[in-house]
Structure formats: structure tokens, C-alpha cells
């Protein structure tokens, strides 16, 4: 034995769980391998592609990715050393590796080129709930990339120019001439820091370039723009017939980089793989997408399907944290037997997996209205659902993970575990594309002013009525509420809305003892204020066997 050097029982710690690697997170998950072969059928190309994802998604290397490029923030450069403006973001090797993956399995624009009716909308959405458990960073430029085609069709020839660019399966980072690269991404800056999401107060000027055809020069600021090494972005200014949606290029056809100012990268509390900044135009050349004054009418198509990916990011984190949560229970023994045999700890898991199983179903069912195309009624149904599952699964997200985290004790709370950065991400999607203020205020404004969304919500969500008499009643106290809902009471009557969402989703697909839990808590009032408080004669044992098989 040399010098110095110490062996004991320390050196072999027992009861301490193996590390959550070399698993597939999808085929360890039944709820989703469950909805893809109802909605792809057995075999599937979907359900095979999957399974490679979810091989890849649950590997020590990809989980290692994912902790890197958390670790090792995103570096600002400004200038080169010779003293040029340069405005550019390094990132760590583990970045690019997930990008790569990302862009790869078609996670971007793809889907907007495949086609239509072929559940491309869903397949996108589910692999997304398999690879966004290794890092939600990272899923932002990707997010943003598919959600601006839909806004970009506001113009053919920019449509055309840019969305094959986008859909592109090749990562190709760095700021070079679009034309010659082999995929690009998009971002948007719509928020500014003297009005946030009142976007109507933005200060931004753009100014016509005489004699061109919807070209235009801005002048201003943006205060929170993610990922700025993306190719092209979409944001809004006041143009001289009001609000407008531009298009500006990092690199504009001729070579030279456009006026893209890097003022600083934000000091976030999570999503610290991801660059967030603060931008200035200086005389930045853009091109007019939309109709002058119409510039929310524009971009809110982008931002619908933002939400989307708030929704499914958030499910995806929940899953994440159960997985690690029910991982370390049937590991780590307390009182001489497994946490996860131990009657109060059953029920927080159970609860956790009824939480998590909802939210992969309703991300899903979103993405098939998705691809419902031109149906009036899916679309109109998926106007206010996306609104309705952005305020409720992203803001539960946050206390799903600190429980999921209090399953782990103290071993949760040291940055090693990876649930600090679990926690600190799980707030992330209930901020971004508006709080849940903004997203309740635009549920009552789509009740108010477009005709058929309600009819359409109760529609989708009555599909299930007869199959239980708790969601029956539920059901009807939230059609009986509608007359009376104004604006202080607008978090309750959606909150209702989502829960009677969820609750018909589970009750036509999820297990009968999964979905009997949902409707006793969530709707039937059997159940107290955090989790793990489920009343007595449910199927726990099922539940919680449901929630990782490995």
C-alpha cells in the first residue's frame, strides 16, 4: 500500500443505486410504447426508430452529452483578436453531439416536408419525449426552427427559400452563407425590456429601404433571444403601418454579416447549455414577412407551435425525473427494506406516474390535432388545447420535479445526482411563450372572440363521457362554469379545462387503474395538495410497476 492512500468500507459504499444508464427511455416507458403502436401500429417505423432513440437517449454517452453542455456554459465572443465585430457563441463538444442527434432524427423543420397525413406532427412529437430527457437546452433552436415554417408561409418566396434550408437533417453550425450550407436554423425575438410580453410596446423601428421590395433596416433592441447562432430569425418591429414581422438573416447573400449585435448571454437559473441574449440592430437588414401592422397575426403562428414544444418538453422532463426517481427507490433500502416496497413511498411514485402518464398523452394528442391538417374542428380545438396544456402541464412541472428530486433525499440535492438540473430546467416552459397569466388571458380571449372553440374543446373532451361518473360531473360543472368565467377567475376555469382534458385522454387510453387514480385526485377531489396523498382502494402496485420497466 503506498503512502497516503486510504482503503475501507468507504471505498465500497453500499445501498447506494447503480447509475440510470445503458437503458432504452422508450421502451422502458409502457405508456408511450402503448400510444405509438395505437397510433402507428405494431412494428412500426415510428416504433423501430424509436427504439434505436430511446437506446441512444438512455446510454451513458448521451446522458454524459447532456451533463457536459450543462456544465460548460456557452461562451460570448464579440471580437476576434484583431478587434472585429464578430458576435458569435462557442459551445461545448457535447452541444453539437445532441444537435447532431436532433437535427438527425428529424427533430427541426422535418416534418413540414413529409407527408401530410402521415402522423409526421406525432412521430416528431414522441421522439421528442424520448431525447429531450437527456438535455432541454439544447431543444430550443430546434423548437424554434420547426415552429417557424407555419409563420413563414405568410410569404411563398420566403417560405420557399427558407423551409428547405430548415427541414434539412444535417446540423451544419457556424455563421456562413445559407445558400451553401447543408441545414440551417431559425430563432425569433419578439420581447424587449421595457414591455416583456406586451409586444405592442415594442420600441424597434424598421425602416423601408427605398426602391426594394419588402426590404427594410432595423433599429433597436431585443432582450431575450435563445440560441443567437442560429442561420435566420423572426421578429417583430414597428414598421410604418405598425407592428411588423421581419425576417432577418445572420449572413446576408452576399458574404457579409449582418448587424446582429451580442450585447451580453443571460445568467439563467437553468437551460444553461442553451445561449439566451441580449441583441441590438444597428441598420439591420431585413425582409418584411407578412403585412405591415399584422406582425402578431404573423408570428403567433410560431408561436403556437412553441407551445407545443413547451408542452412536450415539460412531459419530457417529468419522465426524466420519475425514471430517476423510481430508479433510486428499488435500489436504496431505508428500515431494512426497498423504498420502493414501502406502503407512503408507493404512493408518491403512483402519483408521480399518473402526473407524468397524463402529460405524455396529452402532448401526443396535441401533435395528431396537428396533423388533423385543414380539419376546422381539430384546428379549432387545437387553438385553445395548446393554450390549455401550456398553462397547466408546463407550470406542474416544477413541483413534479422537487418531489421527484425528495425521492432521492439528499442524494437529489447534490449536482451529481443530475436532479438539481432537472429542478432548475422544470420551470423553464411555463415562462418561455408567455407565463401562465398570458396563457389564461389568451384561453378567455379565444372563448370570447372565436366562434366554435368552445364547442370544439367540449367536443374533444366529452368524447369520454359514460365511461366514469366522477369525470361526468366534472365535465358538466366546467360547461356549467362557462357563462360565468372572467378574468380574475381565469387560472381556475382553465386549470378545470386541462384536468377534464386530461382525464377523458386517460379514461379512453391510459390502464383502467392509472386512469381510475387520475379521475379519484384529479377530478373526483380525492386528493390533498402535494403529492403522494392518493386515497385508499387504488391499484398502486400497478401504477408504480407501469412507471420503469427495465
Known sequence: MSEGTLTGPADEPGNQPPPLAGYNAYSADPAMVEAVTRLFGAGSATHVELLGLGGLAGSFQ????????????????????????IDEVEFHPAWHELMTVAVGHGLAAAPWLQEAGSLRHTARAAKMLVWGQTDGGHLCPVSMTYAAVPA??????????????????????????????????AGMGMTEKQGGSDVRANTTT????????????????????????????????QAPGG?????????????????FRLQRLKDKLGNRSNASSEVEFHHTRAR?????????????????????????????????????????TRHRQA????????????????????????????????????DAGADETARLFRRIGLAVAKYWVTKRCAPFAAEALECLGGNGYVEESGMPRLYREAPLNSIWEGSGNVNALDVLRALAKEAGVWEAFCAEVGTARGADARFDAAFKEMQDE??????AGARRFVERMALALQGSLMLRYAPSPVADAFVATRLGGEWGRTFGTLPRGLDVSTIVERALVV
Not at 427559400?161 to 445558400?179: M, N, Q
Open 206 to 237: 424598421a425602416t423601408p429601404v427605398p426602391g426594394s421590395d419588402g426590404e427594410y433596416t432595423l433599429v433597436g433592441h431585443k432582450w431575450f433571444t435563445s440560441a443567437p447562432m442560429c442561420d435566420v430569425f423572426l421578429v417583430l418591429a
Open 62 to 85: 448521451a446522458r454524459e452529452w447532456g451533463r457536459l453542455a450543462e456544465a460548460n456554459h456557452p461562451v460570448l465572443r464579440t471580437h476576434d483578436r484583431y478587434g472585429r465585430r
Open 152 to 185: 413563414l408561409r405568410a410569404d411563398p418566396v420566403l417560405a420557399a427559400e427558407w423551409t428547405p434550408r430548415l427541414a434539412s437533417k444535417t446540423y451544419d453550425f457556424g455563421l456562413r452563407d445559407p445558400a451553401a450550407k447543408a441545414g440551417c436554423l
Open 288 to 328: 418584411r414577412l407578412g403585412e405591415e401592422g399584422r406582425g402578431v397575426a404573423t408570428i403567433i403562428e410560431m408561436v403556437a407551435m412553441t407551445r407545443l414544444d413547451c408542452v412536450t418538453g415539460s412531459a419530457s422532463l417529468m419522465r426524466a425525473a420519475l425514471a430517476e426517481a423510481v430508479h433510486h
Open 243 to 259: 407592428l411588423t414581422c421581419f425576417v432577418i438573416p445572420r449572413v446576408l447573400p452576399d458574404g457579409t454579416r449582418n448587424s
Open 482 to 487: 362557462i357563462g360565468s368565467v372572467d378574468e
Open 335 to 370: 428500515f431494512g427494506k426497498l423504498l420502493a416496497d414501502q406502503p407512503l413511498m408507493r404512493s408518491v411514485l403512483a402519483d408521480l406516474a399518473v402526473e407524468s402518464e397524463a402529460a405524455t398523452l396529452t402532448s401526443l394528442h396535441l401533435a395528431a390535432a396537428t
